[in-house]
């Protein structure tokens, strides 16, 4: 909390009421289907194990909260073009401490998953690399920011290459979430119990969402493809 608190301070300043918010869901839907997975999924009986957990979702928590304020002051950012560059620097520079935190947790995941199997392997290094792609989107992101405000003149392509980037680390985000929930309910063996019914609404939600991306980056092919002829 002090470290958070520390960030907060030196890097976003007041939060605004729309970030507090965010933040505020993100953490209560984030420790909702943890409980989930630590006790249905996992059903973890000493107390060691749940402390090691407790840990490893701690850490992950920060990061995800830390990611999700730095991607909301980035958008509100982005849409004045008076905004100072040092407001800019702190940001995409804790942004970039977080990606490399996310190598710490890669580090992690190797160590825990070598004493306590390849399930418990698989499942923190998807958790890892939800975190790690949320990181390097919202990075690309201002890194296009960034480049369109010092290019001279119109750029063109930038949206061509704000919707790639958004359209590839969406998708593969659903992908890996989608594929993480059917690792748990596979693993669990929990096909009639609440911890079943929470993860099939998770993964049938996963499913429409990457349909739902699919179909719109076909209609935008189609789009382009009419504008162009």
């Not at 996992?42 to 402390?51: P, Y």
């Not at 909260?65 to 905004?83: A, G, H, I, N, W």
């Amino acid at each position: 909390m002090l470290v958070a608190k520390l960030i907060q301070c030196i890097v976003f300043g007041p939060l605004r009421v729309s970030e507090r918010q965010h933040l505020k869901d993100k953490f209560w839907n984030f420790i909702f289907y943890k409980f989930i997975f630590i006790f249905g999924v996992l059903n973890v009986q000493t107390v060691e194990e749940v402390v090691m957990w407790c840990l490893w979702f701690a850490g992950l928590v920060f990061l995800h909260l830390m990611v999700q304020l730095c991607k909301d002051r980035f958008e509100y950012l982005s849409f004045s073009p008076t905004t100072p560059m040092s407001s800019h620097g702190r940001v995409l520079s804790l942004l970039v401490a977080m990606l490399l935190s996310c190598c710490g947790l890669a580090a992690v995941c190797c160590i825990t998953g070598y004493t306590h199997g390849m399930h418990t392997l698989a499942f923190m290094a998807a958790e890892s690399l939800l975190v790690t792609v949320r990181t390097a989107h919202v990075i690309l992101r201002y890194v296009i920011h960034l480049w369109d405000l010092n290019h001279e003149g119109t750029w063109e392509g930038k949206g061509t290459y704000v919707y790639y980037t958004d359209f590839v680390m969406e998708l593969t985000l659903l992908s890996l979430d989608l594929m993480h929930h059917i690792h748990m309910l596979l693993f669990g063996n929990i096909w009639l119990s609440m911890a079943s019914l929470v993860i099939f609404m998770q993964l049938r939600y996963l499913f429409h969402e990457v349909q739902r991306r699919i179909r719109r980056h076909k209609n935008y092919l189609r789009v382009v493809g009419n504008m162009e002829a």
